[in-house]
C-alpha cells in the first residue's frame, strides 16, 4: 500500500521534484527517510545475492554502494534504485561455474571469482556502448510473454537452489536434478537450521497479509528483511552459531559452526578482489560477458520504464542515459570486485512507498550502506545464511507465482504456451537458449496464424497526412514484437518529435501482437504526456484471442453473440438504452404482433387493422455481455411485460470506414525505406 506518495492529482498541483542541487537542498528529508528504508532492505539482499551467485558477500555490498553513490550523478531516472538484482544469481553463478568454481576448493573458486569479474567489466563497457548508440530500443524487440516466462525460469532456480540451504544443506547439480532430490533434502535438514529459514519464510509470506488486516500507518513502513533480520540474528545466536559444536535431535547428530553465519572481514577494503582479464582470452569468457551484457541491459530497461510509469509527478528518464550510468558503475563494481548491478524494480518500488522525491534517495541509500559496512561489519556477520537465503526463495517464488500463470493464460492461450514453452527451455538447456526457444515459439505461433514470413520483421506502414498536426500512420500485413522497433520510430519521429496527432490504422493487418497492444497503449500514454492525441483504429474485424484488452488480434470473423429479443412496444426506449450501456451493440428494431397459442387451430386470422403492440429487437454482443444482457432482461422487463429471448452463437465480420482525409497523397514505408506515389 503506497501511504507516503502523493496520488497522481496532488502530484500534478505540486512543483515538480528535481534531481538537481535545489532539489537535493529542499526535498534531503524525504529522500534521506527513504533511503534509509530501503537500505534496510538492500543490506541483507545484497549480501544474500552474492553468496547464491558464488561471490564473496562483500560484493554484493560493493555494487548497492556504487550502484546507490555513483549512478545518482550519471542517470536522470529519479526514483530507480541501482544494486545487485535475483534476476541475475543464475548468470553469474553460471560464469564462475564455467571458470572453475566448486565450493569446496577456497584457491579454484577465488580464481573463478576473479576471471568471472573480467566477463562482468567487459559487460559493463558493452553496456556503456549500448547506451551510446541509442539501443535501449532493443528492449521493445523481446515479446513480453517471453521475459516473464525468462524471469519465472529464474525465479525456479532461485528457489530450488536456496530452498536447501535454508534448511541447513547444500544443493548441488542443475535445477531439475535438486528438484528429484528434493525429499532427500527435506528428511537430511538440520533442524536448527531450519527453524531460522522456516521462522524467515512465514515472515516474509506473512508480514504483508499482517499489513494488509491491520492497516496501521506505521506498521507499513516496517521492511521484511528487516523483520527477518531481528529474529534470526537473536535465534542464531540462541543456537550457538558462532562457535563449531554438534547437538542430537531425535538421536541423530547434527553440527552448528561459524560457517553457517555470513562471512565478512573486519576491514572491508580487504575484500575488494581485481580482475583476471586472461578470461578474455577465451570463448567462455565473452560468452558470459555477452549475456551479461543483454540480460543485464534488458532487465534494467524493463523496470526503469516500469519505475517511470509508477512516478507521481511522470518525468521520463532517458533510458539510453541510464543504461550508460548503469554500464560505467558495472565496469567500477567488477573492477573491485562487485557483483553487477541493474535498476532494481523490488527496490524501486518500496522507494516510492516511501516517499521519495528524487534520485538522491539512490544516494542515501548508498551513503548509509557505506557507512554500516564500515562501522559494523561485526554485525553483519552475525546474520545466519539461511535467513539470507529464505529471502532469496521468496524473491524466487515471487518471480514464478502461480498468480504469474493465470495473469498469462488471462491475456491468451497462446501467451500460456509461450510462457510454459520459455521456462521449460530454461531450466532445461540455459538462459540464453531458453530465451531463443521462447521467441522461436512465438515466431511459430504468428506463421501458423498466418502472418507473411516477409512480414515478421518489417513493417509496412502507410503515412496519410490528414493536415498539419494530424497523421494516419496505415499497417499492412501485420503488426508483431519482431516488426515493432522500426514501427515505434516511424510513430515516434512523425508523433513526438514532429508534434502530430497520430491515429494508426491497423485495418489492413492479418495479425496484432500482444507485445504491441501492449506497446501502443504505453505509446498512448506518452502522447498524452506531451499534450498530443495517439488513437487506434481498424481493429473491428479482428478477433481477440481473449478477453483481455491487450490480447493478440487476428483478422477473420469475429465469434459473437446475437441476442433476439421480442417484449412489448412501450419498453423501446428504456431497452435499447440499457443495452448499449451494458455494451451491445449493432441494434435492429423492428415492429411485430406477440401471441402465444398451444395449437395452430387456435391461431386466429391476423387482421391487418390490428396494429403491431411489440418490438422485435436483434443486437450483437460478446458472451459476458450477452449474459449481463438476459440478467438485466430478467430481472427488469420479464416480471412486468411479456418477453421472448433468443441467443445465437455466430461469427461476424465487422468492417469501420475509415477516417476522411484530406491529403491526396501519402508515402508508403517498407521498414524505413520511404516510397511515394499518387494515392
Known amino acids: 500500500m503506497n501511504t507516503t506518495s502523493p496520488d497522481s492529482a ?5 512543483p515538480v521534484p528535481r534531481g538537481d542541487r535545489a532539489g537535493f537542498i529542499t526535498y534531503w528529508r524525504n529522500d534521506f527517510a527513504s533511503g534509509v528504508l530501503v537500505f534496510l532492505v538492500a543490506l541483507p539482499l545484497s549480501i544474500g545475492i552474492a553468496i547464491a551467485s ?6 554484493g555490498l560493493f555494487t548497492a554502494v556504487i550502484g546507490g553513490v555513483l549512478t545518482t550523478f550519471l ?3 529519479e526514483l530507480t534504485i541501482k544494486g545487485p538484482a535475483a534476476g541475475l544469481i543464475v548468470i553469474i553463478l553460471g560464469a564462475v561455474t564455467d571458470f572453475g568454481f566448486t565450493g569446496n576448493d577456497p584457491t579454484a573458486d577465488f580464481n573463478a571469482y576473479r576471471m568471472a569479474l573480467a566477463a562482468c567489466v567487459a559487460a559493463g563497457v558493452l553496456q556503456v556502448v549500448f547506451g551510446l548508440v541509442r539501443s535501449s530500443v532493443l528492449g521493445d524487440f523481446f515479446p513480453t510473454t517471453v521475459v516473464h516466462g525468462m524471469l519465472a525460469a529464474i525465479g525456479v532456480i532461485i528457489t530450488l537452489k536456496q530452498l536447501p540451504v535454508a534448511l541447513g544443506e547444500s544443493a548441488h547439480g542443475e535445477p531439475l536434478e535438486i528438484l528429484a532430490d528434493l525429499p532427500h533434502i527435506l528428511l537430511g535438514m538440520n533442524p536448527a537450521i531450519a ?8 515472515i516474509l509470506f506473512g508480514l504483508p497479509q499482517l499489513k494488509a488486516r491491520l492497516r496501521l500507518r506505521w506498521l507499513q513502513f516496517v521492511p521484511g528483511p528487516l523483520v527477518v533480520l531481528l529474529v534470526a540474528i537473536p535465534l542464531g545466536m540462541l543456537f550457538g552459531l558462532s562457535h563449531d559444536h554438534t547437538y542430537t535431535f531425535f538421536g541423530q547428530g547434527y553440527e552448528l559452526a561459524e560457517k553457517h553465519l555470513v562471512p565478512v572481514p573486519t576491514n572491508i577494503l ?32 524493463l523496470s526503469a520504464k516500469a519505475i517511470g510509469m509508477l512516478d507521481p509527478w511522470k518525468r521520463k528518464t532517458n533510458l539510453d542515459r541510464d543504461l550508460v550510468a548503469v554500464g560505467i558503475a558495472n565496469t567500477v563494481s567488477a573492477s573491485i570486485g562487485g557483483l553487477p548491478m541493474i535498476s532494481e524494480i523490488v527496490r524501486s518500488k518500496a522507494n516510492i512507498d516511501n516517499g521519495a522525491r528524487t534520485r538522491f534517495a539512490n544516494f542515501w541509500h548508498g551513503v548509509v550502506l557505506l557507512g554500516f559496512v564500515v562501522l559494523l561489519p561485526g554485525l553483519i556477520h552475525r546474520v545466519p545464511l539461511a535467513a539470507l537465503a529464505a529471502m532469496l526463495v521468496y524473491t524466487g517464488i515471487r518471480l514464478a507465482s502461480p498468480r504469474e500463470f493465470v495473469n498469462v493464460s488471462k491475456i491468451g492461450y497462446e501467451q500460456l504456451v509461450i510462457f510454459i514453452g520459455t521456462i521449460v527451455a530454461v531450466l532445461a538447456t540455459d538462459l540464453l537458449v531458453g530465451v531463443l526457444i521462447g521467441i522461436g515459439i512465438k515466431v511459430l505461433i504468428h506463421i501458423v496464424n498466418g502472418v507473411p514470413l516477409r512480414a515478421l520483421f518489417q513493417p509496412f506502414l502507410q503515412v496519410i497526412p490528414v493536415d498539419d498536426h494530424n497523421v494516419i500512420i496505415s499497417a499492412k500485413e501485420s503488426a508483431v514484437f519482431s516488426n515493432w522497433i522500426p514501427f515505434k520510430r516511424q510513430i515516434e519521429q512523425l508523433g513526438l518529435v514532429q508534434k502530430n496527432n497520430i491515429v494508426i490504422d491497423l485495418s489492413g493487418t492479418r495479425l496484432v501482437d500482444h507485445s504491441v497492444m501492449e506497446h501502443l497503449h504505453e505509446m498512448e500514454e506518452e502522447f498524452t504526456r506531451v499534450g498530443l492525441s ?18 493478440t488480434r487476428k483478422r477473420g470473423l469475429t465469434r459473437l453473440r446475437r441476442v433476439t429479443i421480442v417484449t412489448a412496444i412501450d419498453v423501446e426506449g428504456s431497452l435499447v438504452r440499457e443495452l448499449a450501456v451494458r455494451g451491445a451493440s449493432d441494434f435492429n428494431v423492428t415492429l411485430c404482433r406477440m401471441a402465444r397459442y398451444s395449437s395452430l387451430s387456435q391461431a386466429p386470422s391476423p387482421s391487418e387493422a390490428d396494429p403491431p403492440h411489440s418490438i422485435r429487437v436483434e443486437c450483437l454482443a460478446t458472451w459476458p455481455v450477452a449474459e449481463a444482457v438476459v440478467e438485466y432482461l430478467q430481472a427488469e422487463i420479464g416480471p412486468c411485460h411479456p418477453l421472448a429471448v433468443v441467443v445465437e452463437s455466430i461469427e461476424a465480420l465487422e468492417c469501420a470506414s475509415r477516417p476522411p482525409t484530406k491529403a491526396p497523397r501519402g508515402d508508403e514505408y517498407v521498414g524505413a525505406q520511404a516510397i511515394s506515389h499518387q494515392a
Not at 10 to 14: L, R, V
Not at 195 to 202: A, C, R, Y
Open 534 to 551: 495517439f488513437s487506434v483504429i481498424g481493429l473491428e474485424s479482428h478477433r481477440q484471442l481473449s478477453g483481455h484488452p491487450y490480447a
Open 75 to 77: 542517470s536522470n531516472a
Open 10 to 14: 496532488m502530484a500534478a498541483m505540486a
Open 54 to 59: 558464488g561471490y564473496p558477500p562483500a560484493a
Open 270 to 301: 580487504q575484500a575488494i578482489t581485481t580482475p583476471d582479464f586472461s578470461s578474455l582470452q577465451t570463448i567462455t569468457g565473452w560468452k558470459w560477458a555477452i549475456m551479461l551484457a543483454l540480460v543485464g541491459s534488458l532487465e534494467s530497461l
Open 195 to 202: 527453524v531460522i529459514g522456516i521462522s524467515s519464510l512465514l
